[in-house]
């Protein structure tokens, strides 16, 4: 079988490089082995948050500029500035079709409040977690009823309120906390030890308790101007159930990125698929790309795991794997190994050094910093020091950024994803 | 003791991704999903069997959750394996006859008339209802007079005159049930200029496994593997399957589930529309006529985990005049032998329910899906017709109406 793109990995920087290509006419497919890191993401796609000496960025393209001159190394300096924008108002617009609006403050980063209580610099978020109007009442000091279900476990509302209100933005604003019954919660059938924020975004798919639910929230929330929510407001239908919500309880709602499954992910992923699927893409999941077959400095073909001896043939290929995590990079006991292909990989051979002694550094891990080796155009090099010509990198899988101490994450694998299209289409 | 290459429970991270996907899990609280059932529970099983939970038999092993793992877990058969190694086997007359598709066949087509007739009849219904817990409300297939291969058997030498030749495994749904389709496979086939060669087979097993019959199931397996290889390397033919869980059976289960190798047969086989796919791409499409059919195509969970979706899509898009939607993938909820059990059949249709919304939202002519048992589910529980992708291929070929 043959395409004249095929992207391996499903994630953020694979799909929306497939959604780009797709659109120019390209014929797709991607193959990915499991759901992506966007299943655990909060959501809200970083751009840049925090500068080396863990200083805030607030105006991240402004930044930037300076930035990529002194990192050439870094996955945005293979991107450029102007290419960077580009690519990030192309993913919003594409979201958009699907009907999810993306929030960006011009060109400024916002923040928005994690499951801790703490704030983070970030560049889109979805509407229901961050507005305009969520702004207006936090400068007018609005009070905020943080609100949970009861029995849900991976949100605290008091702790997040705690820290909350260590932050000098918060100082002197009243926020309070309070629970509200899940209808099906009594149900002695439940099992107690799934209640997680997919189930509650389920029944809210359904619509089944919105009216009870906003009553028990408004009743809750007393006189605060806010109700602040693990995001649970369900992943196919969410604008909806935000606007109708907002309508019965007359407050402004506004969700918490929660601990993993990310129903804010999940959202963004749907909508992500459903996109490529709409342009004409494949998407093969549950698969594993094993190996290809190397010639002349071009990846002829790839082998996978249930495709056996056919071999899946295309003019280019983009690798997008992601990091340890996802399995686009593995770890031995003393080296760093890209497992697909072999190619070169930036690591230190040190395994002492892989690390730092505390859990969370000032400077980040460094194996957070490690990946595959790439040139400008983001090809790679095979183990021998090959040029693979038409295999492009993208993503988590790169090296030399740290997309925790950064808050760059998102951000990357949009703009190399976007980049890599561009390049591919640039080429034919 | 402890298996040490059966440990893939320990690559399980705990993201709780798995059970987001599982359709059982969506459909009853009943069952606490694969993440909990599977890899979180197998580390206590291995220890101590008592510490078994009779929740785990809610799973269907449609493996979605292997689809959405992002660490490789074998969740699905981690579930299946636990429910047959732990298990105490109690004789169930009702799972013996739904296991022993093969068994069943080879006498009900003998007698098919009597058999179509009576299932359908209300004293019988109570009966099977009543006691041996098959639900009233499930239809079943009917049978057809006398098998496929009987049929095949006048037809041998014709196929076997053909240069290029695949052996065809047919499976018990074609060879007791539906010789049609068997006949579209060989209508199709032929058209690109490939002889079908049937050999002896047995029944590939998945009713077997998903009624902890395992030793039969191994046997089938067995003989299966031998069978089909001689056949095959014979005359340098592929082998292909026109039932996505059969082939997923020969393919998958053997050396996963029943730790069977099959590495004789495996890269010979093909889903018959990767088969037919590739020879479309190197230029070898028949004449087609125009179906002029508005059909919505859903695509077996099976299918799915062997990534072969992609194949029956691209070939349907070769249907002139063929106007297709493809659906939201989702489990139709049958599973199998699963949707004909009384203690899961409200499940079933609960897991069902969102398939049968969709498809009734695009209002087709015709469904269309690669499984026998998706076909009988969709057919009991929507107003519309199922047709395999092979047939509507057939009709193309031989323009007669679909
Ligand atoms: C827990 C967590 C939270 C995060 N939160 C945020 C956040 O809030 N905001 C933000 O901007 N960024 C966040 N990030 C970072 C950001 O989400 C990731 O950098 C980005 O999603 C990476 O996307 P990717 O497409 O490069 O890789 P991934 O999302 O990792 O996807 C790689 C895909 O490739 C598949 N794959 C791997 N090997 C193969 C193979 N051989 N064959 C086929 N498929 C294969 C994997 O199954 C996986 O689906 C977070 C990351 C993590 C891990
Ligand atoms: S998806 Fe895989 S890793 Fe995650 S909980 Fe399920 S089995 Fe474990
Ligand atoms: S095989 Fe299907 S039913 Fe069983 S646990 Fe996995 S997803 Fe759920």
Redesign the pocket.
């Known amino acids: 079988m043959r395409y004249d793109c095929v992207i391996?990995?499903?994630?953020?920087?694979?799909?929306t490089c497939g959604i780009r290509l797709a659109e120019k006419g390209a014929s797709c497919a991607v193959?990915?082995?499991?759901?992506?890191?966007?299943h655990?993401?909060?959501?809200?796609?970083?751009l840049f948050g925090h500068e080396g000496e863990g200083k805030t960025v607030f105006r991240p393209f402004e930044f930037l500029d300076d930035f990529i001159g002194s990192n050439p190394l870094h996955p945005y300096a293979r991107c450029g500035s102007s290419q960077i924008r580009e690519a990030l108002f192309y993913f919003r617009d594409q979201l958009g079709r699907e009907d999810i609006d993306l929030y960006n403050n011009d060109d400024a980063n916002h923040f928005h409040v994690t499951t801790l209580g703490t704030l983070?610099p970030?560049f889109f978020s979805q509407r229901s977690v961050f507005n305009e109007k969520i702004r207006q009442a936090f400068e007018k000091k609005s009070k905020i009823a943080a609100l949970n279900f009861e029995g849900y476990r991976d949100f605290y509302p008091e702790l997040a309120v705690i820290n909350l209100k260590r932050n000098i933005l918060f100082r002197n604003i009243e926020i309070i906390s309070g629970k509200i019954l899940y209808p099906d919660y009594g149900d002695p059938r439940r099992n107690p030890f799934e209640y997680r924020s997919i189930d509650i975004a389920r029944i809210f798919d359904t619509e089944r308790y919105l009216e009870d639910l906003a009553a028990q929230i408004r009743a809750a929330a007393g006189d605060a101007a806010f109700a602040a929510m693990p995001a649970f407001l369900g992943i196919t239908n969410f604008k909806r159930h935000h606007q109708l919500l907002q309508q019965l309880t007359g407050l402004l709602i506004y969700e918490i990125?929660t601990l993993?499954p990310s129903i804010l992910?999940m959202r963004i992923d749907n909508a992500l698929k459903s996109r490529f699927a709409a342009l004409g893409g494949v998407y093969i999941a549950g698969?594993?790309?094993?190996s290809g077959t190397i010639s002349g400095g071009r990846l002829e073909s790839v082998y996978?795991e249930n495709g056996g001896a056919s071999a899946l043939g295309a003019g280019n290929f983009v690798l997008?794997?992601?990091?340890f995590?996802?399995?686009?990079l593995v770890s031995e006991f003393s080296r760093v190994r890209e497992?697909?292909f072999g190619l070169r990989v930036h690591s230190d051979a040190e395994r002492s050094r892989w690390y730092a002694p505390e859990f969370f550094p000032r400077d980040g891990h460094p194996f957070l910093e490690y990946g595959v080796e790439t040139d400008e155009r983001l090809n790679p090099l095979t183990d021998d020091g090959q040029r693979i010509a038409n295999l492009y990198c993208?993503?988590?899988?790169l090296p030399h950024y740290n997309?925790?101490r950064e808050?760059?994450?998102?951000?990357?694998?949009v703009s190399t994803?976007y980049r890599a299209a561009e390049l591919i289409l640039a080429g034919n | 003791m402890i298996k040490l290459e059966n440990i893939s429970f320990d690559h399980c991270i705990k993201c709780t991704v798995c059970t987001i996907y599982c359709p059982v899990a969506r459909a009853t609280h009943h069952f606490p999903g694969p993440k909990q059932s599977g890899p979180d529970t197998e580390r206590l099983r291995i220890k101590n069997p008592e510490l078994l939970d009779d929740s785990l038999k809610y799973c269907t092993n449609c493996k979605r959750c292997e689809i959405a793992c992002?660490s490789n877990v074998k969740i699905a058969d981690i579930i299946q394996s636990s429910k047959w190694r732990y298990f105490k086997n109690v004789f169930r007359v009702r799972d013996f006859f739904l296991a022993r598709t093969d068994l069943m066949g080879s006498v009900a087509t003998r007698v098919s008339y009597l058999v179509n007739f009576f299932i359908k009849l209300f004293p019988v219904k109570f009966f099977l209802d009543r006691f041996m817990k098959i639900p009233s409300e499930r239809r079943f297939p009917k049978y057809a007079q006398g098998t496929f291969l009987s049929w095949y058997n006048k037809h041998r030498k014709e196929q076997e005159a053909f240069a290029e030749k695949a052996v065809y495994f047919h499976g018990c749904y074609v060879n007791y049930n539906n010789h049609d389709l068997g006949k579209d496979v060989l209508t199709v086939l032929n058209a690109i200029n490939v002889g079908v060669i049937v050999t002896d087979e047995k029944c590939c097993g998945v009713p077997l496994i998903a009624n902890g019959y395992i030793d039969k199931a191994r046997k089938n397996a067995l003989f299966n593997i031998h069978s089909l290889e001689k056949s095959a390397s014979a005359i340098g033919a592929r082998i292909v399957s026109a039932s996505s869980s059969c082939s997923f059976a020969l393919k998958h289960e053997y050396p996963n589930l029943l730790e069977i190798d099959n590495s004789a047969i495996l890269d010979d086989l093909d889903y018959i529309t990767r088969f037919i796919h590739e020879r479309f791409e190197n230029g070898n499409v028949p004449a087609m006529k125009p179906v002029p059919v508005r059909a919505a195509y859903h695509s077996p969970c099976h299918l799915e985990r062997m990534g072969g979706v992609m194949n029956t899509i691209e070939v349907l898009k070769k249907i002139p005049g063929l106007d297709l939607t493809i659906l939201h993938s989702e489990c139709c909820g049958i599973a199998g032998t699963y949707g004909f059990k009384k203690e899961y059949y409200k499940v079933a249709q609960k897991v069902g329910a969102e398939l049968f919304k969709r498809i009734e939202r695009v209002n087709p002519e015709i469904v269309i899906t690669d499984c026998e048992t998706c076909k009988w589910q969709i057919e009991m529980s929507t107003p519309y017709r199922v047709e395999h992708p092979v047939t509507v291929l057939a009709r193309a070929i031989d323009g007669k109406k679909l």
């Open positions: 391996i990995g499903g994630g953020l920087s694979g799909i193959i990915s082995t499991g759901m992506s890191a966007l655990f993401s909060s959501g809200s796609i970083d983070k970030t990125p993993p992910g698969d594993t790309v094993k996978t997008a794997s992601g990091s995590f996802s399995g686009g497992p697909v993208i993503g988590a899988l997309p925790i808050g760059s994450g998102g951000g990357v694998a994803g | 992002p």
